[in-house]
């Protein structure tokens, strides 16, 4: 499946999850492409990976995701690979009269809207590449909803049926779809988020990007490092005990 001389695009490949998985590609001789809101992110990236080609880009904009896929397809010809990456997570309390609705729609937009859009303008440029590759970045708690993040957990899941509906009808244009459902992961949207329990501990960002990688190259389709393996096999084996492990405490601190 490796063919170095790819191109790929990680949205949200400024920090995090995906500057790790944008230094693993450019290690193996991928030209790779990462996009986000800030800039001065991207710019700080590229200070460290010279070679990583940045495009300030907002997912949840449809003129930039429409004039990023022309951009791309007029400097590089087109893309092979395309990783929905970028996501955003809040602690929300639903009880909460004074909650904000925009603030909660716009997870949606991020985190599910977004790789819909995504896919819709780079479809041509996948169908065209004799190696095309989907990944999304949905996350374990895909398996196992958590309450202190109610929203994020819906997206996330509802991120993962359409990840495994599309499967089948992408296949046919030779389009392969990967799920990658990180556990926590040491990045700001981990650090940010109220994960006392010590089973929780985060995984370091460039091991996870490890991990990924080894699976990969092995071709799998649902990519599930360190705790999410555990929360996989819980969800079906003892679903009420693991979403209690998971939801000592629903409601978020203030
Ligand atoms: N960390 C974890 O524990 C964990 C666990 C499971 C799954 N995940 C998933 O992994 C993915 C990456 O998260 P992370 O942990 O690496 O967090 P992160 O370091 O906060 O990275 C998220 C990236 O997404 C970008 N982004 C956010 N909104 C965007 C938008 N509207 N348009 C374009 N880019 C946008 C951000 O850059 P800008 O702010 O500059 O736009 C940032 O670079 C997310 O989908 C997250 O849900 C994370």
Request: hydrophobic share 40%; net charge positive; no cysteine.
């Given at each position: 499946m490796i063919n170095s001389k790819q191109n790929i695009l990680i949205t949200g490949g400024g920090s995090g999850i995906g500057l790790s998985l944008a230094r693993k590609f450019l290690e193996h001789g991928y030209t790779v492409i990462i996009t986000g809101r800030s800039l001065s992110k991207l710019e700080e990236a590229k200070k460290e990976l010279n070679q990583l080609h940045i495009f300030q880009s907002d997912v949840t904009v449809d003129e930039?995701?429409?004039s990023l896929a022309k951009q791309i397809h007029k400097d590089f010809g087109g893309i092979d690979i395309l990783i929905n990456n970028a996501g955003i997570m809040?602690?929300?309390d639903s009880g909460d009269e004074g909650n904000d609705l925009k603030k909660q729609f716009n997870e949606i937009e991020i985190n599910y809207h977004a790789p819909i859009r995504m896919l819709h303008y780079?479809?041509?440029q996948l169908k065209k590449s004799k190696n095309a590759i989907l990944i999304n970045v949905s996350?374990?708690?895909a398996y196992v909803t958590f309450s202190q993040a109610p929203v994020y957990s819906g997206t996330k899941a509802a991120l993962h049926f359409w990840t495994q509906a599309i499967r089948p009808q992408l296949?046919?244009?030779n389009i392969k779809v990967v799920e990658l459902l990180p556990p926590v992961v040491d990045t700001k949207l981990a650090q940010d988020a109220n994960m006392e329990d010590e089973s929780l501990k985060p995984m370091p960002p460039?091991?996870?990007?490890e991990l990924f990688w080894k699976d990969f190259?092995?071709?799998k389709e649902e990519i599930t490092p360190g705790l999410s393996k555990q929360l996989k096999l819980m969800s079906r084996l003892a679903p009420k005990f693991i979403f209690n492990q998971l939801n000592k405490q629903s409601i978020p601190n203030k």
């Open positions: 930039d995701a429409k809040n602690f929300i780079f479809l041509p996350s374990g708690l296949k046919q244009h460039d091991k996870m990007a190259i092995k071709g």
